[in-house]
């Protein structure tokens, strides 16, 4: 195969993948957040017996459902890919890819789906305390299918634990304790967690200034405004914590992606300034113009007002002389921006919180139509954020599908320009719809509000409707 051929098929392979696996992420951090939400409110009924709390309980785990069942539906996808557009890739990691991965789905997503179908059917036919236990085990199930990926993902972003097999050229497992406990799997992990919390908050802020808007359940809903406020501040100010900390461990595993995070050619002294905006020009690896607070790179990076960051002119000679000839610098802009983007969604929704928690002080309700429209649409930031966060993240590692073992160009299977496009296109169109759906389902019961009759099962109540 000529190696335009190949260039484009792997350009096209990464299309297709990205595409994927961005559209699945549109469920995951719903679930993430809103199934610990859901057991919350159970176990305040399970506690006080008011029927207020399982009146939420049913509304929210309603939605709940309708996100988990698309979530399903949209991952079973990613993994076939790994096996049709990503074969050598497969080959080289399986041994200890798998692992992960087969954990995600035999032990936690079956926890989550029997745990879930128990939850739903079972109310006022389990006793009550098993009953709660299950929506309890749902959101373990979550947390802990999240933790497997992510364990996979950061042994791709850093490979510890692992020999090369000298006859088979594979990576084999030699230390699977080294897999699952390196500090970028459990910051990383947290990170997506925090990330699930403060979109649901949102989502459950949102979901709560649409009926307020129109003075529909007023009592209810004022209560769960003031919850997802709470949730939302709390959660936001944690993923703040963990962010600051992960880019320290980023700094140290992976210098190239900080680097071209923070648009730095040349390595900085200390008290080296970040720049908010930048124009980086990568062909003369050098920043057109950029505006920069003093010192708040050295802080971030390094936890230290003394603290250097390695240029990405330094380490391209480093990996040149480490790997060979060739380009280890990602592209500057997307990693530049997208990680700015994912820091600025991820403030918008926590930062209308705090007006709106200011706005709403001693039961206030605002008659403004615009404080109530921006309740109720800045539920997209979360997810605008988590999307430009995993871009930011996939992006910074190339040109290595595996960092330092495995570059993506020699990852890709055989497959024609022609075939990868016609999938691309149906996966388009298919994963089109989904979205729609998902948005209609998602706003059909949002709008109709929690039950009156909180004895009424979810799933009894949807059909019903």
């Not at 309890?136 to 634990?161: C, D, E, K, R, Y």
């Not at 919390?197 to 529909?216: D, E, N, P, T």
Request: glycine share 10%.
């Amino acid at each position: 195969m000529q190696g335009s051929s190949v260039d484009t098929f792997m350009e096209l392979s990464r299309l297709q993948f990205a595409m994927t696996t961005l559209f699945h992420y549109l469920f995951v951090p719903l679930t993430l957040g809103l199934a610990p939400i859901v057991a919350f409110f159970e176990t305040m009924h399970y506690r006080t017996r008011n029927p207020v709390y399982v009146r939420l309980a049913t509304f929210f785990g309603s939605l709940l459902i309708i996100n988990f069942a698309m979530g399903v539906v949209s991952g079973i996808v990613q993994e076939f890919q790994f096996g049709m557009n990503w074969s050598v890739y497969s080959a080289f990691v399986g041994d200890i890819f798998g692992g992960p991965l087969a954990m995600e789905g035999i032990l936690a997503f079956f926890l989550e789906s029997t745990f879930l179908g128990l939850w739903v059917f079972g109310r006022n036919k389990l006793p009550r305390g098993l009953h709660l236990a299950s929506i309890w085990l749902v959101a373990l199930g979550t947390w802990a299918s999240a933790f497997f990926i992510i364990t996979a993902n950061s042994w791709m972003q850093h490979p510890v634990g692992y020999e090369i097999d000298p006859e088979t050229g594979r990576a084999v497992l030699a230390d699977p304790v080294a897999v699952f406990t390196q500090d970028i799997v459990w910051w990383s992990w947290l990170h997506a967690v925090l990330g699930g919390l403060v979109a649901a908050s949102v989502f459950v802020f949102a979901v709560a200034a649409y009926h307020l808007k129109r003075r529909q359940h007023v009592a209810i809903m004022k209560w769960t405004f003031k919850f997802a406020i709470v949730l939302g501040i709390i959660a936001g100010a944690s993923q703040a914590l963990v962010g600051d900390t992960l880019g320290v461990v980023m700094t140290e595993k992976q210098p190239m992606k900080i680097a071209a995070a923070e648009a730095v050619w040349e390595t900085t002294g200390p008290c080296a300034g970040l720049s908010i905006v930048a124009w980086p020009d990568q062909a003369a690896q050098d920043n057109v113009f950029d505006i920069e607070i003093p010192c708040l790179l050295s802080i971030v990076a390094t936890n230290s007002l003394d603290g250097e960051v390695t240029g990405m002119t330094e380490l391209q000679a480093e990996y040149e002389q480490e790997f060979g000839p060739g380009n280890y610098i990602p592209n500057v802009w997307v990693a530049f921006y997208s990680f700015r983007l994912m820091m600025g969604f991820g403030l918008v929704g926590v930062g209308w919180m705090l007006v709106a928690a200011w706005a709403t002080r001693k039961g206030r309700l605002p008659t403004s139509r615009a404080f109530w429209a921006i309740s109720i649409w800045i539920v997209a930031t979360p997810w605008l954020g988590n999307m430009f966060g995993w871009i930011f993240t996939e992006n910074g590692r190339q040109p290595w599908i595996v960092y330092g073992e495995l570059k993506t160009a020699d990852a890709s299977s055989g497959l024609s320009p022609g075939l990868i496009i016609t999938s691309l296109v149906v996966f388009a169109l298919l994963y089109g719809s989904f979205a729609v759906i998902e948005f209609f389902l998602i706003r059909k019961y949002a709008i109709k509000g929690p039950p009156d009759d909180a004895t009424v099962p979810v799933v009894k109540e949807m059909v019903g409707s």
